[in-house]
């Protein structure tokens, strides 16, 4: 397969072995979040639990606390601010999914713009992305 030139090459973020595997034993990921701060999939993980509770401004504000520490993480790993972001790769997934939960959170309290932001910020990323998060 041919790279497009002019397109950045993909960002993969690097394993966080220590937060994933906290995560994976049932850890709770507020807990996670504690001990990894900038760990976004235990954000995300916190913002998805919100957002099953009905608690939107609670879903609102963990996603966007997961949306900057990936967004942070994206830019050590050389993101430019655009480019793909593929949601194979495992450990860009919990990037993906706080901006995923911020869209569901931003949707839920009426904050369209961002709603819509969030959501082509995902479909830049990773078309694939949309599709795994239910982002519609």
Known sequence: MTRNLLEPPE??????????GELAAGT????VAAHHPTFSAAWAALAEAALDADENIAAYAYAR????????????AGWKGFGPVPW????NQGVLRSIAALAKAAKAIGEA???DRCRQLLA???PASLEATGVA
């Open 11 to 20: 960002t993969l973020l690097p394993e966080n072995e220590a937060a994933q």
């Open 124 to 126: 830049d990323s990773d």
């Open 65 to 76: 606390t997961g949306y900057h520490r990936g967004l942070d993480a994206l830019r050590k």
């Open 113 to 115: 713009d961002e709603f």
């Open 88 to 91: 194979r790769h495992a450990p």
């Open 28 to 31: 709770d990921p507020a807990e």
